[in-house]
C-alpha cells in the first residue's frame, strides 16, 4: 500500500471523517498483511480545524503558498543576519499576507462545508504565522499535512517593518504604563494558560482517538475470529448431520437385512419339510412294491 498516497487523500478529507477512513485503511492494510504500512496509517493523526483549513491554502492555491513560503523563508533568515532591509519588505508582506491568506483559508474551508468561526480563524493565522517562524511547520504546511496549532512565535517578526535598526543593536522599547502594563501580563498569562489548556485538551483527545481505534481495531480482530468459529460450527453441525443420517440409514438397512434373514430362515425350514415328506412319500412307495 501507498502510504504517501494514502496521507494525502486523508488530510484532504474533513477532520470529522478522518478517524473512520484512516481505521478503514488500517484494517485493509492488515487484511492486506502489510504490517508496516498498517502501523504508519495508525501512526497519522486527526488535524485540528484551524489546522486542516490553512492546509486548504497549501492545496488549492499552490501559488499563494508558494509565495508565503518564500517570505517565510526571507523573515528567517533576515532574523538570523539581522539585515535590517530585508526585515522591512519581509514583515511588511508578512503582516498583509497573514491576514488575506487566512481569510482565503476560512473561504476555502466554508466552501468545502465547514465554515469556521473567528476563533478558528485567529487559529489559522496562528498557523500561518507558525509557517513563517519555523522551517518544520513550512515542511508540514507545504504538504498539506499540518495537525496541530503551532505555538505562538514568541519574538519572531517583534521588529515593525518601519523601525527596523539599521544595524544589530539593542532596541528601547518605551515603559508600558503601570496599570496598563500590569493588565497586559495579566493578559498574557491568561493567554498562555489557556494555550495549554488547549494543548492538554487536544492530546487528550488524541489519545482518546488512538484508544478508540486500537479498540475498533480489536472489535475487527474478535468479529473475525467469531465469524471463523462460526463457520466451523457451521461445518461440523453439518458433518454431524450428515454422520446422523448415514447412522439412520445403516440401522434402517441392518433392520431390512434382519428381517430378510428372518424371513429366508423361515422359507428353508418349510422347504426342509417339504423335502422331508416328500422322501417319506418315495420311501413308502418303494416299500409297497
Not at 3 to 18: G, S
Not at 66 to 86: I, M, N
Not at 258 to 273: D, F, G, I, K, V
Amino acid at each position: 500500500m501507498d502510504v504517501e498516497e494514502i496521507a494525502d487523500e486523508l488530510y484532504a478529507l474533513k477532520p470529522a471523517d478522518f478517524v473512520a477512513a484512516r481505521d478503514a485503511y488500517v484494517a485493509e492494510a492488515r487484511k492486506a498483511k502489510d504490517p508496516a504500512a498498517a502501523k504508519a496509517i495508525a501512526a497519522l493523526r486527526r488535524p485540528a480545524l484551524a489546522a486542516w483549513a490553512a492546509n486548504l491554502l497549501a492545496r488549492q492555491r499552490p501559488e499563494d503558498a508558494g509565495q508565503f513560503l518564500t517570505v517565510g523563508e526571507t523573515l528567517r533568515e533576515a532574523h538570523r543576519t539581522l539585515d535590517a532591509e530585508q526585515l522591512r519588505t519581509a514583515s511588511r508582506q508578512r503582516h498583509q499576507l497573514v491576514t488575506a491568506l487566512a481569510r482565503t483559508s476560512a473561504t476555502l474551508a466554508g466552501e468545502a462545508g465547514q465554515p469556521v468561526s473567528e476563533a478558528v480563524l485567529h487559529e489559522i493565522e496562528q498557523c500561518l504565522h507558525g509557517v513563517l517562524a519555523h522551517a518544520d511547520v513550512a515542511e508540514l504546511w507545504a504538504k498539506g499535512r499540518l495537525v496541530k496549532v503551532p505555538e505562538a512565535a514568541v519574538g519572531f517578526g517583534a521588529i515593525a517593518p518601519e523601525s527596523a535598526p539599521a544595524r544589530p543593536a539593542p532596541a528601547k522599547k518605551p515603559a508600558p504604563e503601570k496599570g496598563r502594563g500590569r493588565e497586559d501580563a495579566q493578559r498574557l498569562r491568561s493567554l498562555e494558560r489557556a494555550r495549554v489548556t488547549v494543548q492538554e485538551a487536544d492530546a487528550e483527545v488524541e489519545r482518546r482517538e488512538q484508544e478508540l481505534s486500537e479498540a475498533h481495531n480489536a472489535q475487527e480482530a474478535a468479529a473475525a475470529s467469531a465469524e471463523e468459529a462460526g463457520e466451523l460450527v457451521r461445518r461440523l453441525e453439518g458433518e454431524i448431520q450428515a454422520a446422523r443420517q448415514a447412522r439412520r440409514d445403516q440401522e434402517a438397512a441392518a433392520t431390512e437385512g434382519a428381517t430378510a434373514a428372518r424371513t429366508a430362515e423361515r422359507a428353508l425350514r418349510e422347504a426342509r419339510r417339504a423335502a422331508e415328506r416328500a422322501h417319506r412319500a418315495v420311501e413308502r412307495l418303494e416299500t409297497a412294491e
